[in-house]
């Protein structure tokens, strides 16, 4: 293992260096060509004459000299300047960007004007036309033009997390960001995305990959990885054809005979693999983000419907689709109501004091056996803050639960000690959630959970809460 793991990681650096050495290739060409374009640009943009030049190259890049070429060439050059800007000059850099490019309202209005005078109703198409087409802002045009290079859609993604960072301290960046996730949601439409199985036989860089995106269960070694890409473990991941390297957003699954209760039983390498084709249940154990710039475009609901399409199709004895997840936002809920929400406790006819609640989940991290009186309070101020928390909109206030919630699963049962890691301590005293898929009542319980705000539960679940 030790022998093939220094291979991988061999092939892992020098396809990352061919990687990035392309990357500034189709993005920029030799420098020397960038430099004689943006001139003596400062890496700060530190004073007013750098940033005449910026905007006098933005201009170019709405208005080039010399057509489509020229074009493609300055928008190439203007992204190597980005990418080359310090910290200081990026923010510089969206902040001209946001500012000096906006829609020209002197326009907007006099065409407003001239659509409301119109009483040819064969003009009115035409007015409709002109107005939809002035009132795009010239940013928003710039940054469709990176689209078009090879590499864009990636700069793109990438420098909207510089921009989210920004937002809140600068306001003015607030509607670029929005022109930004506007433009990823049309280029990141689930229509234009393809699903691919990643097995052990993938390349070395895109396992690589895997383990640096997981971001539920860490992987700790490439015989983790292994291990989860076996027989009877799946990962499934969408990629866009224009970032074909590059897995948007993954789904690891287990192939197994009951609804797993343990994540240290589920990835435990000592366990022997089952055979795939007689297993009843698919259990999906972590879903990963990869990329910070698509933060708000969802696509994991549909990634899990088209895995469970797809499992539907090969595995016949599949009957149960179900997931093992966290409860990530449990713990802090806790530490912040306890103290200020006195009649919790009382509500729920807990005995315990908030002050030996916290003490008790602290002793979990060296002790992970407790008395059973702790156990039955956390899993029923677990259960609470699963069926009753909700967020200011009426939702289930843990993310993890919303979003399975919203995409129709039902809670099925609470997990005590499923993930005794030092995270799953932290995060929910080790407590694991299965949230059910019944294909027949997804739509239904989609539409109350959505609609009416009601979840759905097991009796096994509410039964927690009438517990003494």
């Not at 500012?99 to 209005?109: L, R």
């Not at 995106?213 to 890409?229: C, F, M, Q, T």
């Not at 609804?259 to 999906?284: C, G, K, M, R």
């Not at 299965?434 to 294909?439: D, P, Q, S, T």
Request: hydrophobic content about 35%; some cysteine; glycine content about 4%.
């Amino acid at each position: 293992m030790i022998k093939e793991s220094l291979v991988k990681t061999d092939v892992v650096k020098v396809e990352d260096k061919k990687a990035v050495k392309s990357f500034f290739k189709i993005l920029g060409g030799v420098a020397d060509a960038v430099r004689s374009w943006v001139g003596n640009i400062g890496q700060d943009l530190s004073n007013s004459r750098d940033i005449d030049s910026l905007v006098l190259k933005m201009n170019e890049c709405l208005n080039p000299k010399g057509g489509e070429v020229s074009a493609r060439k300055n928008t190439v050059s203007l992204g190597n300047l980005y990418l080359s800007l310090s910290e200081e000059g990026k923010i510089k850099f969206l902040q001209t960007l946001a500012e000096k490019f906006n829609p020209d309202k002197t326009e907007i209005d006099e065409k407003i004007r001239g659509y409301q005078k119109n009483q040819n109703p064969e003009l009115s198409y035409k007015f409709e036309q002109d107005l939809i087409k002035i009132l795009e802002s010239p940013r928003s045009k710039i940054l469709k033009q990176f689209i078009s290079l090879p590499e864009g859609l990636k700069f793109i993604i990438d420098m909207r997390p510089d921009v989210l960072k920004l937002k809140s301290k600068y306001k003015e960046l607030n509607r670029l960001e929005s022109e930004l996730k506007s433009i990823l949601h049309s280029w990141v439409d689930v229509d234009l995305l393809d699903l691919h199985q990643i097995t052990w036989d993938s390349p070395a860089s895109l396992l690589e990959k895997l383990i640096k995106y997981e971001a539920v269960h860490k992987i700790s070694s490439w015989g983790d990885l292994k291990n989860r890409l076996d027989s009877d473990r799946l990962c499934f991941a969408f990629f866009h054809y224009k970032i074909p390297s590059e897995p948007l957003i993954f789904v690891e699954v287990a192939l197994m005979n009951e609804i797993a209760n343990s994540i240290q039983h589920l990835l435990d390498e000592s366990v022997p693999s089952s055979d795939p084709s007689s297993t009843s249940t698919a259990i999906f154990y972590s879903i990963s983000n990869t990329q910070a710039g698509l933060s708000g475009i969802s696509l994991g609901n549909f990634l899990i419907k088209k895995v469970v399409e797809k499992l539907s199709q090969e595995f016949k004895s599949i009957k149960v689709y179900a997931t093992l997840s966290p409860v990530p936002g449990f713990i802090k809920w806790l530490k912040e109501n306890l103290n200020q929400d006195i009649a919790l406790l009382g509500k729920l006819d807990i005995k315990q004091s908030g002050a030996e609640i916290l003490e008790s989940i602290d002793q979990l991290k060296t002790n992970v056996e407790c008395e059973s009186g702790v156990k039955q309070c956390l899993l029923k101020l677990c259960t609470y803050y699963l069926l009753k928390v909700n967020s200011s909109n009426g939702n289930a206030y843990d993310p993890v639960a919303h979003f399975h919630l919203s995409n129709g699963a039902s809670i099925k049962q609470l997990n005590w000690m499923a993930d005794t890691s030092e995270r799953g301590i932290d995060q929910s005293a080790g407590i694991m959630v299965n949230y059910l898929y019944e294909l027949p009542k997804i739509d239904n319980n989609h539409e109350n959970y959505m609609v009416n705000k009601v979840i759905s539960h097991s009796k096994q679940v509410s039964s927690i809460l009438k517990s003494k």
